[in-house]
Structures are given as C-alpha cells and as structure tokens.
Nanobody, 124 residues
Framework: QPQLEESGGRLVQAGGSLKLSCVLS????????LAWFRRAQGKEREFIAA????????HYADSVKGRFTISRDNAVSTVYLQMNNLQPEDTAVYYC?????????????????WGQGTQVTVSS
C-alpha cells in the first residue's frame, strides 16, 4: 500500500509564499501521475495542480495559475507545490494524490492514493 505524506503547511501572511512537499513511499515513483487538491472549510475538495509521470506536463486550476507551481523530483520520490502571493482564500487543507500508470486529471475519482493533508492558513 503506497503512502503519501504531505508537509510544509503553516500560517502565513497574505502575499507570502510556501512550498509544500509530498513524499510517496514504498513505490516506483515514476509510475504515478501526481496532483494537489485542497479543501477549504465548508467547501468541496477542489483540484489545484497536476503533473504527469515524466514531469514535463503540468495543469493548473484557473484560481492558482501564475501563482502556484507543481514539480516533481523522481530521484527522491517527492512532488512539490510552490505557492506564491498567497491570499486568504487559499486557506485550506492541501492534499496530494497519486494515480498509478494514469494521466493527470482534474477529477478526484481517478486518483488511487491520497495523503492525510497539510493545513495552510493565510491571514489577511
């Protein structure tokens, strides 16, 4: 059973930056398309960003395009989410997700494995 573990979430002021990390253990990392989702209090989980298995194709939600960057390092089995110019509406629990042998998608259902999430809080 693969395990995903997110880290890097914390309280930050509006306009600040954070970099989230997610490590996928016990698996062949390059077999997985990876994504970040988030869930704000009282709202549905929403897609943020995804990257393909090679790391050469990415996709972003319109709400974060130009501010967030997803990347992966297959050598250390880690996917990152660099978040710049954070705003209070970015406050949420952020989850990484992995899809084995699949292509990245904005939909929740195709992802096979999920982390427990890391809290990001942006103060105004």
């Amino acid at each position: 059973q693969p395990q995903l573990e997110e880290s890097g979430g914390r309280l930050v002021q509006a306009g600040g930056s954070l970099k989230l990390s997610c490590v996928l253990s016990k698996q062949i990392f390059s077999s997985y398309a990876l994504a970040w989702f988030r869930r704000a209090q009282g709202k549905e989980r929403e897609f943020i960003a995804a990257v393909n298995r090679n790391g050469d194709s990415t996709h972003y939600a319109d709400s974060v395009k130009g501010r967030f960057t997803i990347s992966r390092d297959n050598a250390v089995s880690t996917v990152y989410l660099q978040m710049n110019n954070l705003q209070p509406e970015d406050t949420a629990v952020y989850y990484c997700a992995a899809r084995v042998w699949g292509t990245p998608t904005t939909q929740i259902a195709p992802y096979d494995y999920w982390g427990q999430g890391t809290q990001v809080t942006v103060s105004s």
